[in-house]
C-alpha cells in the first residue's frame, strides 16, 4: 500500500508533468507566431525593397507547405480523434468522412462556382475554428462568453486567410480562382467575374467590421487573465501577414506554420484526457515502446494512403485536373481543390457532428 508519501511524490510528479506540458504547448503557440512575424518581416522588407517573389517560386512554396509538411498533419489530427473512441463511434465517423467527400467531388462536378465558395468557407472554418479551440486550451479564451463572441472569433481569424488577400491581392487571388473553377468547367467563372469589383470592397469591409466587433466586445467582456490581449495580438497578426506576404506562399506556409503548430499546442494542453475507447497505439497500457512505434508508423502509411485515394478520386473526376494552367500553377489549383474536399468532413464531421470529443477537443 501506497505510503504518504508515496502520494505525495506522485502528486508532486503529476504537477510537474502538468507544468512542463503548458510550457510545451506555450512554446508551440509561441513558436507558430514567431514564424508567421519573421515571415512577415522578411518579405515586407522585400517589398519595401522594391523585390518581388515570382508566382512559381510562391507555387512551389505551397505546395510544399501543403503536401509535404501540413498533409501528414490532417491524417493525424483524425487518428488523435479516434484512437481512444468506442468501435462503433470509429465506424460511423469514417462513414460519415466518406460521404462527404463524395457530396464535395459532386458539387464541384455540378456546380464547381458553388464548389468555390465552399472551398473558401472550409479555410475559413478550419483556420478560424482550430484557432478558436486552441485558445481555449492554452493562453485562455475568458473574453469569448457567448456563442456570438467564439462566432465572431472564428470569423476573425479564420476570415484573414481569405478576405484579407482578395482585397490586397485581387488579381492573384480571382486568377487561381478562374483555375479552379477551370478544373471541372472552364470559363464557368465568367459570368460572375464581372461583380468583382463590388465584391472586393464589400468583403473589404465587411471583414474589418468583423474584426472591429470581435476586439472590441471581448476588450469589453475581458476577465483581466489576459486572455484578449493574446486573441487581440495574434487576431491582428494574422491580418497584417496576409496583406504583406503575397496570398500563395502565405496559405501555402499559413497551415503548416501556424495551424498545425497550434494543434500540436492544444493537443499537448488537452493529452491527459483518457477518452471512452480501446486506445489504438497502447491497448491497456502494457503496449511497449517499440510497439506503439510501428504501430504509429502503419497509422501514418495508412493515412497517407487514404488521403492519396481521395485526392486521386478528384483527379479522376476532375474533366480539366490542372485547369488549362501549367503543372506548377495548375497544381496548386488542383490542390486547393482536392484539400478543401479532404477537409470539408475535417471540419464538419470531425467538429461540428463531433461536439463531445472533436478533432479540436478541449475538455
Do not use: C
Amino acid at each position: 500500500m501506497a505510503t504518504a508519501r508515496d502520494r505525495l511524490r506522485g502528486r508532486v510528479s503529476t504537477a510537474r508533468d502538468r507544468l512542463r506540458g503548458a510550457g510545451a504547448d506555450r512554446l508551440a503557440v509561441g513558436i507558430s507566431a514567431g514564424s508567421l512575424v519573421a515571415l512577415t518581416l522578411v518579405v515586407g522588407g522585400l517589398r519595401l525593397a522594391g523585390q518581388t517573389i515570382p508566382l512559381r517560386t510562391q507555387a512551389v512554396a505551397y505546395l510544399v507547405g501543403m503536401v509535404a509538411l501540413n498533409l501528414p498533419h490532417g491524417g493525424y489530427e483524425h487518428f488523435a480523434n479516434l484512437r481512444r473512441r468506442a468501435a462503433e463511434f470509429r465506424w460511423r465517423y469514417v462513414a460519415g468522412y466518406l460521404a462527404f467527400v463524395a457530396g464535395g467531388i459532386g458539387l464541384f462536378l455540378v456546380a464547381p462556382v458553388v464548389g468555390l465558395l465552399v472551398a473558401v468557407s472550409v479555410v475559413v472554418a478550419k483556420g478560424g475554428g482550430g484557432d478558436l479551440y486552441v485558445l481555449a486550451a492554452t493562453t485562455g479564451a475568458g473574453h469569448l462568453r457567448s456563442r456570438a463572441q467564439r462566432l465572431l472569433a472564428v470569423a476573425a481569424r479564420g476570415g484573414a486567410a481569405m478576405a484579407v488577400p482578395i482585397v490586397v491581392f485581387p488579381e492573384t487571388f480571382h486568377s487561381f480562382s478562374s483555375i479552379m473553377v477551370a478544373v471541372f468547367d472552364p470559363g464557368a467563372l465568367a459570368p460572375v467575374s464581372t461583380y468583382f469589383d463590388v465584391t472586393r470592397p464589400l468583403i473589404g469591409v465587411g471583414y474589418a467590421a468583423v474584426v472591429t466587433a470581435h476586439l472590441g466586445v471581448g476588450f469589453w467582456r475581458r476577465d483581466g487573465s489576459g486572455s484578449w490581449i493574446v486573441d487581440a495580438g495574434e487576431t491582428l497578426l494574422l491580418a497584417t501577414y496576409f496583406a504583406v506576404v503575397p496570398v500563395v506562399l502565405a496559405v501555402g506556409l499559413y497551415f503548416p506554420l501556424w495551424y498545425s503548430a497550434r494543434q500540436v499546442a492544444r493537443e499537448m494542453a488537452v493529452d491527459d484526457d483518457p477518452g471512452t475507447g480501446r486506445d489504438l497505439l497502447t491497448d491497456d497500457g502494457s503496449a511497449s515502446a517499440g510497439s506503439v512505434a510501428l504501430r504509429a508508423w502503419g497509422v501514418l502509411i495508412g493515412g497517407a494512403m487514404a488521403t492519396g485515394l481521395v485526392v486521386a478520386a478528384v483527379w479522376i473526376a476532375a474533366p480539366n485536373p490542372l485547369g488549362g494552367a501549367g503543372l506548377l500553377l495548375g497544381g496548386v489549383a488542383f490542390w486547393s481543390i482536392a484539400i478543401s474536399i479532404v477537409a470539408l468532413p475535417h471540419v464538419v464531421v470531425g467538429s461540428v457532428l463531433d461536439r463531445g470529443r472533436g478533432i479540436w477537443h478541449v475538455p
